[in-house]
């Protein structure tokens, strides 16, 4: 039963990543959506957020011009030092720099 629920989710999120490429108003770039520029205060106050309840996100990095930009999702958490680190799973962990996000999301 749970493999079904997993074959589903894997369908409705192909199905939704085709109609936003077929119907969005944004930019695509090898299939993947770039949102746009956010302002710095803007991050800033999304970050904030993000930490305080825990939210999960997805962020989308800078990128090249013609390069499709990275997006990744998962928890984003502060350490001692006050650097950034997004926590993917257990194993994986990508350390933020503010000034390279181009947009924060809150992620489903």
Do not use: C, W
Request: glycine letters at 2%; proline letters at 5%; a positive charge.
């Amino acid at each position: 039963m749970q493999n079904v629920n997993v074959n589903r989710s894997a369908l409705s999120d192909r199905v939704a990543t085709a109609y936003r490429d077929l119907f969005s108003d944004l930019p695509v770039i090898n299939g993947q959506v770039v949102y746009p520029q956010m302002p710095k205060f803007q991050l800033d106050y999304f970050i904030r957020q993000t930490l305080d309840r825990h939210y999960l996100v997805r962020l989308q990095f800078k990128a090249a011009v013609d390069a499709a930009p990275m997006t990744v999702i998962g928890h984003l958490k502060q350490d001692t030092a006050g650097r950034l680190i997004l926590k993917q799973s257990r194993s994986l962990f990508t350390i933020v720099t503010p000034e390279l996000l181009r947009s924060i999301q809150r992620a489903k």
